[in-house]
């Protein structure tokens, strides 16, 4: 399978000089079939999910394998109309990468960052590289350090 990691993110790792690998997978529409496509546990997979509040577009980042409490979003971004964004979002914040395929870096992308702790008991983290069949792996630390994300508890609990 050929890589094609989206090139403004490729530019932007390796301005970083940070170490990350590139991952090639069959066709993931989901951080889980992801994860099954790469044969991990859906926690390694960072999932992005864009929010629209009345400040404009942010990221949450969130474990593969959780689902986002919209109240804890809410407080976290201090704003109580925060939701989730739509399909037309998407393409209009995100044109250079597929439909739910954007990767977890608000630097990159001039977005404001929340970022669940959860994320971080993992060593090691793999994104979705602005495709459906291309991933990225590298340090949790290095990932996160890369933007200035806002800690926050976003997952659902119990999970």
């Known amino acids: 399978m050929p890589m094609a990691v989206n090139q403004k993110l490729s530019e932007y790792l390796d301005s970083t000089g940070k170490r990350w690998e590139p991952l090639s997978h069959t066709e ?44 804890k979003v809410r407080d976290a971004t201090d704003d109580k109309t925060t939701r989730l964004a739509t399909e037309a979002d998407l393409e209009s914040a995100f044109p250079d990468y597929e439909l739910g395929a954007a990767p977890p870096a608000p630097g990159l992308l001039n977005l404001r960052g929340f970022v669940d702790p959860t994320v971080r008991s993992r060593e090691w983290i793999v994104f979705a590289a602005g495709t459906h069949t291309d991933s990225v792996r590298m340090r949790t630390a290095d990932l996160i350090g890369l933007s200035d994300f806002t800690e926050a508890d976003l997952v659902e609990a119990g999970e």
């Open 28 to 71: 993931a529409l989901s951080s889980v079939a992801e994860a099954r496509a790469l044969g991990i546990d859906p926690d390694e997979v960072a999932k992005s999910l864009l929010l629209k509040s009345r400040e404009g577009y942010a990221l949450a980042v969130i474990p593969g394998g959780h689902r986002l409490d919209m109240h």
